[in-house]
Nanobody, 121 residues
Framework: LQFVESGGGLVQPGGSLRLSCTAP????????VGWFRQAPGEEREEVSC????????NYADSVRGRFTISKDNAQNAVYLQMNDLKPEDTGIYYC???????????????WGQGTQVTVTS
């Protein structure tokens, strides 16, 4: 089982992208799903997470107010709306699942291949 991320691309600073995360055969309503990113030479970091039952969202300080995580249980999908993008948002974005948000990055599972986001002028 593996998540599939999509929606990345090349965008200018201040622009927007909407990332999608799907997992055929996996029922996201029962799990927390996190979005992560990894810049070249950097460790993978959590950007946002949405809990399973309540749909409660957490955000990293660096993206709070600019990014919005949401999910559609019927579509079995999780989204990350990214606005006011900055060059430091550049990286490969991944999604993965856990029982609950707030866990270490290494505890998440069903990692996808990621989608590249590049913010440059």
């Amino acid at each position: 089982l593996q998540f599939v991320e999509s929606g990345g691309g090349l965008v200018q600073p201040g622009g927007s992208l909407r990332l999608s995360c799907t997992a055929p055969g996996f029922y996201i309503e029962h799990y927390a799903v996190g979005w992560f990113r990894q810049a070249p030479g950097e460790e993978r970091e959590e950007v946002s997470c949405i809990s399973g039952a309540a749909g409660r969202a957490n955000y990293a300080d660096s993206v709070r107010g600019r990014f919005t995580i949401s999910k559609d249980n019927a579509q079995n999908a999780v989204y990350l709306q990214m606005n006011d993008l900055k060059p430091e948002d550049t990286g490969i974005y991944y999604c993965a699942a856990e029982v609950t948000c707030g866990r270490d990055v290494g505890d998440y599972y069903y990692w996808g291949q990621g989608t590249q986001v590049t913010v440059t002028s």
